[in-house]
T-cell receptor, first 109, second 115 residues
Framework: GDSVTQMEGPVTLSEEAFLTINCTYTATGYPSLFWYVQYPGEGLQLLLK?????DKGSNKGFEATYRKETTSFHLEKGSVQVSDSAVYFC????????FGDGTTLTVKP | GAGVSQSPSNKVTEKGKDVELRCDPI?????LYWYRQSLGQGLEFLIY????????KSGLPSDRFSAERTGGSVSTLTIQRTQQEDSAVYLC?????????????FGSGTQLSVL
């Protein structure tokens, strides 16, 4: 079945730094992946989805591109803001799947 | 309703007691999912409903866990004889049809604490 492995450990960055959160995805079918975000005190919400090779998903300055050679959908943002502080989860495209462990991002002014 | 609603938001219970967690999905969404988020862990899939049927119960961790959905709407997750390891946030999500690549809408979760 499909499974994801998300980078472990919290990430702390200064404002305007570059962000990468890694997620490796093993799929039995066509590769696509979702990134969900959980802001402090809020429920999970969809951030973006990337649906095929070389087709970037993007939203709010975040991007995720599928890299076939590593079967990964890394989440990236060129310049993070304090308001991006949240927990980020990668998830297979099927709802009946276990998500990644989540990566806590803290952005300091 | 406007979003997925879960109740209660917090539940403290004693070991051995039964608990019921409720999820009210977005109106018209046929697919409903339950997940468990233990401290420091990811979202563990528990069970999926398509309408009132649960074709996939593979994620339920033990026979103490059960769930039902009535009228294609509200779902209840029941944990019998609760144990301390059941302490977690239980999240519910719904989607329009349940097909692959479909966006999930999440509730705010129920924080369960078993003393």
């Amino acid at each position: 079945g499909d499974s994801v492995t998300q980078m472990e450990g919290p990430v702390t960055l200064s404002e305007e730094a570059f962000l990468t959160i890694n997620c490796t995805y093993t799929a039995t079918g066509y590769p696509s992946l979702f990134w969900y975000v959980q802001y402090p005190g809020e429920g999970l919400q969809l951030l973006l989805k990337a649906t095929k090779a070389d087709d970037k998903g993007s939203n709010k300055g975040f991007e995720a591109t599928y890299r076939k050679e590593t079967t990964s959908f890394h989440l990236e943002k060129g310049s993070v803001q304090v308001s991006d502080s949240a927990v980020y989860f990668c998830a297979p495209p099927k709802g009946k799947s276990t998500f990644g462990d989540g990566t806590t991002l803290t952005v300091k002014p | 309703g406007a979003g997925v609603s879960q109740s209660p938001s917090n539940k403290v219970t004693e070991k051995g007691k039964d608990v019921e967690l409720r999820c009210d999905p977005i109106s018209g969404h046929t697919a409903l999912y339950w997940y468990r988020q233990s401290l420091g862990q990811g979202l563990e899939f528990l069970i999926y409903f398509q309408g009132n049927s649960a074709p996939d119960k593979s994620g339920l961790p033990s026979d103490r866990f059960s769930a039902e959905r009535t009228g294609g709407s509200v779902s209840t997750l029941t944990i019998q004889r609760t144990q301390q390891e059941d302490s977690a946030v239980y999240l519910c999500a719904s989607s329009l049809t349940g097909v692959t690549n479909e966006k999930l809408f999440f509730g705010s979760g129920t924080q369960l604490s078993v003393l």
